[in-house]
């Protein structure tokens, strides 16, 4: 099988260098003898002018000076870089427009044939600006900006910038939630992708809501949200992909970012990122800690009826909870010439997971009589161990825009977990029985090989070709094991109904193909990627094999229309896949709560939807309205299902159902009210409907929901600001479940000194304490609400410091480009 998987890598990688070197169209001959020679060339590089981020799909005119006649065009990369060939001797002025920024015009550009080609440099565009008595006043970088195909939110402009965590980053982002243990939700669905940096984190051992908890905000530079992807893209996650870009610099010389952050509650974290930079070799590092503690509380309430008797079940639980994690991030840029670069990064997290806490369970009959009452109490700890290795190599051209990159990714990880487990019945009667004592224990490895290439080039005036293919291989191993106190042996004896041992070999190969280029006011893009996966997995208990084999088609389509420098418009469909998790697969049960179990299946098949999305931009000075309404429809669902079993337990595992839809409309609007306050607020609207499906005894349901989100920012001095923020989502539904409405505000004082160079941060999160989980969840014969508390009112003090004036410097590079934030994968 492994064979196999070097075989489509090489054909793949044979599929990209293939790809001849000068495949845009060349211009025919003109007519007549005196016809002036097509020699000129004309380059350079769009960035935003305040932060120096590179401006992808800006429109760049060439116009003859003599009658405004177009005489070429193009749109820039993702870089920021274009570049015009084949323009005719004469003289011109060049146009420059991108949405969102104002137009700018360079006149008299001469193309002489003893100088042909010119160089423009690096040209910033001014973002939303005013102009009073030829003073310009350039507004601070939006919170939110748009691409063609992603949103992207500048952390530094959110509350949770101040003493956060990733997860406290995601609550703030327009139509994303955030669950009790801290999982996303976009637009209503949990079917979403976290990428950093534009890669998986590979860490299959924690969910998203972990892995986000464990990032401190201040190691974030932005968030990618892309809800309708391109084939560039994995095509995983039906909801879309939460890209999370960490701090990373390459400015000359020697500069850095220090943040330390102290909380209520015994929580700290600490964080720095420096960078040296000379010549050809660029070295980066960056380090963040973070130690957090906190309880949470939790009431169940589940009446159920069994064969005509009927019984109330009430749990009151306590848990004291750890999140404590090391991250280490470094890596050297090397710049071989001017046209091949090469980077290696190495990446170690050591994270902890801890809770210690009791469980008090008290069941009652139809007559109220107390029928049991007992104890458990548990302390559990696991482990993370994660090392990441990167290769990536670059080799540019003459020709702007055409390149090709690629990558190399290792990633080992390594969790070791136990819990201790101690039950005490608390019945009248039954002081005197002897505890039941159980010890668990979990040991899983897992390796992740990554290796993909991508190539580009410029066709024609305005058009760009875009290939390339990826391969990742996964081996996963899981085991686990429960042993029971024998008192008479007095030995622990292994349990054999809940001993696991879980393997899972997944290979994907994948090859796509895009095509974007702009007509008139028209920007458009198609593609088209094949992925093809092949899967083994072991029981190894019970032998049972599940093997997987299946090729898939995933075209992407995006449309912008540029009415005027105020409207866009913008219509793109995807067709993207869900693939259940190892822990949905593994049917490993967990014995946590013994009245409420849970194991995953390991017959799922994976779930595909098709995307569709209509959207409308507007811009007037300062404030901006974006407008998107969407449409989703899914076909083999996967849901969790609750089933109450004969001796009184709810077992939770995992299904295909039928098919689903999902359509909404979803709301972005800034605005700057004045000089000392400017507004962002967000609201989206869904509605979800599930078909029925009568083998898992689940009917249609249907429902509407809502998200609001609307931040604040007061200027109050020269150097101070004051950040408020608030949060609702509605009432929620699923499968059996409704969840009922959440709603806080946090709040924010920060302070610029040292000229800029240091900050000092107040903030307090959930200032009401009014962040609670309660639902409802209905089966055959039973039904259950829960209320969860998290410990989510706290203080934080951070202290932020710049060396070099990091964040703050724009430079050029040797070639008077600057350079790019983040290259796009």
């Known amino acids: 099988m492994k064979i196999t998987s070097i075989i489509l890598v090489l054909l793949g990688f044979l599929s990209i260098t293939a790809i001849p070197g000068h495949i845009y169209a060349q211009a025919g001959p003109g007519k007549g003898g005196s016809e002036r020679p097509a020699i000129g060339i004309i380059k350079g590089k769009l960035v935003d002018d305040k932060s120096g981020t590179p401006i992808e799909y800006g429109s760049i005119a060439v116009l003859s000076q003599r009658d405004s006649s177009l005489a070429g065009g193009t749109i820039s990369d993702c870089k920021g870089n274009f570049r015009i060939d084949q323009i005719k001797t004469g003289r011109y002025f060049i146009k420059i427009q991108f949405i969102g920024y104002e137009s700018k015009t360079i006149k008299d550009v001469m193309i002489k044939p003893d100088n042909p080609e010119i160089s423009l440099g690096t040209l910033k565009l001014l973002t939303a600006s005013t102009n009073i008595q030829g003073v310009e006043i350039t507004a601070d970088k939006e919170m939110i900006s748009n691409n063609l195909d992603k949103k992207i939110i500048q952390v530094d402009k959110t509350i949770a910038s101040v003493g956060g965590t990733a997860a406290d980053v995601m609550a703030n982002i327009p139509s994303v939630t ?106 980066f590092a960056g380090y963040d800690a973070r130690i957090g503690n906190f309880n949470s509380t939790g009431k169940t309430e589940r009446t159920s009826t069994y064969e005509g008797e009927s019984s109330l079940l009430l749990q009151n639980q306590l848990n004291d909870n750890s999140r404590n994690s090391r991250n280490l991030n470094t890596g050297l840029d090397f710049n071989i010439d001017n046209y091949n670069s090469l980077t290696a990064s190495f990446q170690y997290r050591n994270m902890s997971f801890g809770s210690e806490g009791e469980i008090i369970s008290d069941t009652y009959n139809s007559d109220d009589s107390l029928i049991r009452s007992f104890s458990r109490y548990s302390n559990s700890d696991r ?41 005490n019945e608390l019945t009248p009667g039954s002081e005197l029985m002897p505890s039941t004592l159980q010890f668990s224990g979990s040991d899983n ?47 622990w004896v292994l349990n054999p109904l809940a001993n696991n041992y879980f393997d899972y070999f997944e290979q994907i190969h994948a090859i796509y193909g895009i095509y974007s280029s702009m007509f008139k006011k028209i920007k458009y893009q198609a593609g088209l990627r094949v992925e093809h996966l092949i899967s083994d997995s072991e029981l190894k208990v019970t032998a049972e094999k599940f093997d997987m084999n299946y090729t898939s088609l995933y075209p992407s389509v995006h449309l912008q229309y540029e009415q005027s420098e105020k409207h866009q418009y913008q219509l793109s469909y995807s067709r993207r896949v869900s693939r259940p998790s190892h822990r949905q697969l593994n049917p490993f049960v967990d014995y946590s709560d013994s009245l409420n179990i849970r194991y995953g299946n390991p017959k799922l098949d994976p779930e595909f939807i098709s995307s569709f999305e209509l959207g409308w931009l507007y811009f007037q000075g300062k404030s901006s309205v974006n407008t998107t309404a969407f449409y989703r429809y899914t076909t083999g669902v996967i849901e969790h299902i609750v089933t109450l079993q004969e001796n009184g337990v ?53 429902g509407f929901a809502w998200t609001a989100k609307a931040n604040f920012t007061f200027n109050l001095m020269k150097n101070a600001s004051l950040m408020v923020s608030g949060n609702y989502r509605s009432p929620e539904i699923e499968a059996q479940e409704r969840e009922e409405a959440v709603y806080f505000a946090d709040l924010a ?24 989980f309660d639902s409802q969840t209905n089966g055959e014969g039973f039904e259950t609400i829960s209320k969860r ?11 932020t410091y710049r060396i070099n004036n990091y964040n703050r410097q724009k430079e050029r590079d040797r070639n008077g480009q600057g350079e790019s934030e983040m290259e796009e994968f």
Not at 390 to 417: A, C, H, P, Q, W
Not at 749 to 772: E, N
């Open 445 to 491: 490895t897992n390796r992740m090989y990554m290796i993909d290439a991508n190539y580009t080039t410029p066709s024609g005036e305005t058009g760009r070709i875009e290939t390339g293919f990826k391969s990742t291989i996964k081996d996963l191993s899981m085991g686990n094991y429960l042993n029971d106190y024998d008192y008479e042996l007095d030995e």
């Open 650 to 702: 709810t077992a939770t595992t995992y299904e295909n159902l039928t098919r689903s839809t999902n359509y909404g409309l979803e709301i972005i609007g800034n605005h700057e009210l004045n000089t000392w306050l400017k507004a962002n607020a967000n609201v989206s609207f869904f509605r979800t409907i599930l078909e029925e499906n009568e083998s898992a005894g689940i009917k249609r349901v249907e």
């Open 178 to 283: 955030v669950d009790v243990e801290g999982n996303v939700s976009l637009r209503g669905s949990g079917n979403v992708i976290v990428l950093i940096d534009g890669k998986p984190s590979g860490m299959v051992d924690i969910s998203s809501g972990e892995l986000l908890q464990q990032i401190p905000a201040s190691s974030i530079e932005s968030v990618e949200v892309i809800t309708n992807p391109s084939v560039r893209y994995d095509p995983d996650g039906t909801a879309g992909i939460l890209n999370i870009v960490l701090k990373k610099k390459s400015l000359q010389g020697f500069n850095g970012l220090v943040s330390l952050t102290a909380g209520t509650g015994n929580r700290y974290n600490g964080s720095a990122n420096l960078n040296f930079r000379q010549n050809r070799f660029n070295f």
């Open 789 to 799: 508390k998290m410990e989510s009112r706290v203080g934080y003090l951070g202290f």
């Open 749 to 772: 004082l920060k302070y610029d000194f040292l000229k800029g160079k240091a900050s000092l941060s107040l903030r307090v999160s959930d200032v009401f304490d009014s962040r609670r």
């Open 383 to 423: 482990k993370i161990e994660s090392f990441t290795y990167n290769v990536s190599y670059k080799r540019t051209y003459d020709k702007k825009g055409k390149e090709l990159i690629f990558n190399l990714m290792l990633n080992d990880n390594k969790m070791n977990g136990s819990q201790d487990i101690e039950q």
